[in-house]
Structure formats: C-alpha cells, structure tokens
C-alpha cells in the first residue's frame, strides 16, 4: 500500500516532523516501524490485516517513542496504519470516549 500524508494544518505538519525527529533521534534503526512499514498500513480487505495489525501493534511496544506516536495519532485523528500500538478501530473507542 502506498500511504501518502497529507497535513491539513501548519501545527499537524509541525508535530508530524517532530515526531520524525523523536523517531530519529532515539535511534531509527531501532523503531519497529522503520524497519517493516508495511505492516504498519495493512492492505483493507486483506484477509491478513487483523494478524498483521496485530503484529504490529505488538511491536509497537518495544518503541521508545510509543506514547508520543499514540498521541499524535489521537490529536491528528489519524484513520490510517497503526500508530502507538493502535489501530483505527483503537483510536476510533479512545475518540468516542472524549466525547
Ligand atoms: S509506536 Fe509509532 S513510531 Fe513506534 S513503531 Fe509503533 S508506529 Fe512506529
């Protein structure tokens, strides 16, 4: 899948960038994400998505940038891949619980 991102404001693109320079800066080569990106945005329909997602977010644990990740993901209401250990599915119950 190709995933292109798209900023619908000045503050999104800023924090997307610093979350890129976390990622960076706490050793790249070490994020989980970075190392398989397609696991990170499973094809919809795929009859693999769950376990893939799955896998992910279970990667997603050992990332040292986990909880920055997670709350852009929330801030920017991310609706797709997997951010923070989340799904869009996850994200979507966090978002209807602030309501
Ligand atoms: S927490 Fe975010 S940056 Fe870390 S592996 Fe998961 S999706 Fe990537």
């Not at 919809?44 to 799955?54: N, Q, R, V, W, Y």
Request: with cysteine; net charge positive.
């Amino acid at each position: 899948m190709v995933y292109r991102k798209t900023f619908d404001t000045y503050e999104r693109l800023r924090e997307w960038q610093h979350l890129n320079d976390l990622i960076e800066e706490r050793a790249a080569g070490q994020i989980p994400c970075r190392q398989a990106p397609d696991l990170y945005f499973p094809e919809l329909g795929d009859g693999m998505a769950a376990s893939i997602a799955k896998m992910a977010k279970k990667a997603c644990l050992s990332c040292d940038v986990i909880n920055e990740c997670r709350t852009y993901a929330i801030k920017h209401k991310e609706e797709y891949g997997i951010w923070g250990g989340t799904t869009y599915t996850d994200r979507k119950e966090i978002w209807s619980k602030k309501k």
